[in-house]
């Protein structure tokens, strides 16, 4: 069964500074990969998607992400944090349900702050 | 354009009301999906319609209802919640297939007095 790491709930970086955000996923079948963003009292933004035909995937904001299938992972990296970054940020997993509907498996969220 | 529109953006409600939240999208999308999120976790999936039709249902209480009047539009009717339903609901919408990307809507913040 599918299902998503994020580890560290809370990540701190100062402006300009690079983030990470690290991810790890379990599958049993090539994984759709997914990090979504949301900010406070919005909904969630997608940022990026993983489909297997680029392991570097670039999204939106300056953000992208590798999958690297040796070590299960697809962390989130930006060169250059800046203060309107601090927000939630979650990794997903597509699982096939029942009737050919998918469910997104989400990991627990990381919040990333941004000092000045 | 990838919006998904939900309103009310917030509702308050007694134990005994009746109410109803409502998603719309026009991207064509045949899935459409309920979440709900509590403070500082992921969101929770609820149901999921596909083509119209409830596809899955997460062991939700029947105190919600949904409802897929046609394609573009998704109703979750509430009746005699708890105060520990107060959250933000949220949905999604995406094109057909489990691995397409759900687009998300703003969310309606309920809150249950």
């Known amino acids: 069964a599918q299902s998503v790491t994020q580890l560290g709930s809370h990540v701190s970086v100062s402006e300009g500074a690079l983030v990470l955000l690290r991810c790890n996923y379990s599958?049993?079948?090539?994984?759709?990969l997914f990090w979504y963003v949301q900010y406070p009292n919005q909904g969630l933004q997608l940022l990026l998607k993983?489909?297997?035909?680029?392991?570097l995937v670039k999204g939106i904001n300056g953000f992208e992400a590798e999958f690297k299938k040796s070590e299960t992972s697809f962390h989130l990296t930006k060169p250059s944090a800046h203060m309107s970054d601090a927000a939630e940020y979650f990794c997903?997993?597509?699982?096939?349900?029942?009737?050919?509907?998918?469910?997104?498996?989400f990991g627990q969220g990381t919040t990333l702050q941004v000092k000045p | 354009d990838t919006e998904v529109t939900q309103t009310p953006k917030h509702l308050v409600m007694g134990m005994t009301n009746k109410k109803s939240l409502k998603c719309e999208q026009h991207?064509?999308?045949?899935?459409m999906y309920w979440y709900k999120q509590k403070a500082k976790k992921p969101p929770e999936l609820m149901f999921v319609?596909?083509?119209?039709?409830?596809?899955i249902n997460e062991s939700v209480p029947s105190r919600f209802s949904p409802e897929c009047p046609n394609s573009s539009l998704l109703n979750l009717h509430l009746h005699a919640l708890q105060p520990e339903d107060s959250a933000l609901y949220l949905c999604?919408?995406?094109?057909?297939?489990?691995?397409?990307?759900?687009?998300f809507g703003p969310g309606t913040r309920l809150t249950v007095l």
């Open positions: 599958s049993s079948v090539p994984p759709y």
């Open positions: 993983y489909t297997s035909a680029a392991t």
């Open positions: 991207m064509g999308h045949r899935a």
């Open positions: 997903a997993v597509s699982r096939y349900g029942s009737g050919n509907t998918g469910k997104l498996i």
């Open positions: 999604a919408s995406s094109q057909e297939l489990p691995t397409d990307t759900q687009y």
């Open positions: 319609y596909s083509y119209e039709k409830l596809s």
